[in-house]
């Protein structure tokens, strides 16, 4: 079955990120995908806190690399949005459709380059005061998620 809303995090590196993320998940009834190389075991503990009891309540999906991931879910019919800071398009600015995917990268750098480059039309960012490096990426997820669930009239 197909999710209503997909979250991916491409090589999370940080545990508590992703054990919050799991947790918007499992309340937003969103998918959660995590491609590529963790920074940390699933059974870290600090990735279990963050999570807390809800992990019985989110759908995740470890995908071996990003192009597997393509593979798996050609953009022809599985809209993506890749949020960074190296765009002025506003994740506001965008239509989310059911079945979207929400694309983040690691916190200390980002979506790589050649994956911002291939799919530059589907570049967003959150506005933020200048010359500071970027937001927390689980307040990140959240901002974009909420905008999604927003357009899709609330949560499916």
């Known amino acids: 079955m197909k999710s209503y809303l997909n979250i ?3 090589e999370p590196e940080i545990p508590q990120n992703t054990g919050n993320i799991s947790r918007l998940c499992a309340c937003t009834n969103a998918k959660l995908f995590l491609v590529g190389r963790l920074g940390f075991s699933i059974t870290d503990k ?12 989110v759908e995740i999906e470890h995908i071996i690399d990003f192009d597997e991931f393509e593979k798996m879910f050609p ?10 800071t190296k765009t002025d398009k506003k994740y506001t600015d965008v239509e989310y459709k059911e079945g979207s995917f929400l694309i983040y990268g690691p916190e200390t750098r ?3 380059e050649d994956i911002l480059r291939k799919y530059k039309e589907n570049n967003v960012t959150i506005p ?5 490096r970027s937001l927390n990426l689980s307040n990140s997820v959240a901002i974009g998620a909420y905008e999604a669930i927003r357009q899709f009239g609330g949560i499916k």
Do not use: A
């Open 110 to 112: 980002g979506i790589p």
């Open 75 to 84: 953009i022809e019919n599985n809209p993506y949005y890749l949020f960074t």
């Open 128 to 132: 933020m005061k200048k010359n500071l």
């Open 8 to 10: 991916v995090l491409f």
């Open 46 to 57: 600090n990735l279990k806190r963050s999570g807390l009891d809800y992990w019985d309540k």
